[in-house]
């Protein structure tokens, strides 16, 4: 059984950074960062590859965003840079067992407030 738990959400000002972790217990061979803000659906934030580390973007946050993953910790980090009011969400970490399709596992959400 995977399991994803995640950290480092907050409340920052327009314009601060945070960085956000997932500790990952279990196999999975694409990690993702999808983000949820009130009133509105789930959307895909970023993703990545523990293998051979392809990474994708989300238009909204390239060039502010960057996923990484640390194997030896088995830990999938998110770094927030220039944040934004419109970044506010619950964010979550997500796992999925292929290179493609719908994710499998989900973390618990943690919560980004950017004020202006």
């Known amino acids: 059984q995977v399991q994803l738990v995640e950290s480092g959400g907050g409340l920052v000002q327009a314009g601060d950074s945070l960085r956000l972790s997932c500790v990952v217990s279990?196999?999975?061979?694409?990690m993702a960062w999808f983000r949820q803000a009130p009133g509105k659906e789930r959307e895909f934030v970023a993703s990545?590859?523990?293998?051979?580390?392809?990474?994708a973007y989300a238009d909204s946050v390239k060039g502010r965003f960057t996923i990484a993953r640390d194997n030896n910790k088995n830990t999938v980090y998110l770094q927030m840079n220039s944040l934004k009011p419109e970044d506010t969400a619950v964010y979550y970490c997500?796992?999925?067992?292929?290179?493609?399709?719908?994710?499998?596992?989900w973390g618990q959400g943690t919560q980004v407030t950017v004020s202006s």
């Open positions: 997500a796992g999925r067992r292929g290179f493609s399709g719908q994710y499998d596992y």
């Open positions: 279990g196999r999975t061979f694409t």
């Open positions: 990545i590859r523990w293998s051979n580390e392809i990474i």
